[in-house]
């Protein structure tokens, strides 16, 4: 029987290496995507992180919503929404525009409001008096539907009663 070394007929040394720099290295390729990944998270590109809370006065009333506006499909998300009177209002009522909620569940509305409507357009809650120096404090829990890609804007709305008292824009972006 003959030696026929530390490599199997037909091979040898140049078949190990084959002439590639990378031959018997991981690619770099592999950490260039793991490493541009972690920088779009560190900069928020694809969501997760609070975002600023977006405030108004109306003079009567200040509105205030904070809600995520960078979100992932699929993800549940919390909107706080806060109304503070700085006048008497009769009956306070939060409205949206149809398309904010688009191809969104929303799960839990605390307090649930007295009434619920669809009126020119809009959802409107209607949650009652609010006196001068108080403050309405909602609470919304919801999740991204799978159909919802780019994302959604609208607006939010802050009536009394059938008086508008101002209109604050909200937009989502949403990435798979």
Do not use: C
Not at 53 to 60: I, L, T, V
């Amino acid at each position: 029987m003959q030696d026929t070394g530390r490599f199997p007929d037909g091979l040898g040394e140049d078949n190990l290496h084959g002439g590639r720099l990378f031959a018997r290295h991981a690619s770099p390729l592999s950490i260039i995507i793991l490493g541009s990944l972690l920088i779009l998270a560190l900069f928020d590109v694809a969501g997760g992180r609070p975002s600023t809370p977006m405030k108004r006065d109306f003079g009567a009333a200040t509105l205030t919503i904070d809600t995520p506006t960078t979100l992932r499909n699929g993800e549940f998300f919390e909107t706080r929404i806060d109304v503070r009177a700085d006048a008497d209002i009769e009956d306070a009522v939060v409205a949206f525009t149809p398309g904010l909620w688009r191809d969104m569940t929303i799960n839990t509305t605390l307090p649930s409001p007295a009434e619920e409507t669809f009126e020119k357009g809009l959802l409107r809650w209607s949650y009652g008096p609010v006196k001068r120096g108080d403050t309405l404090h909602v609470k919304i829990d919801g999740q991204i539907n799978p159909p919802l890609f780019a994302g959604t804007s609208g607006s939010v709305l802050l009536y009394d009663g059938d008086r508008r008292l101002g209109k604050l824009p909200l937009s989502i972006r949403v990435f798979p």
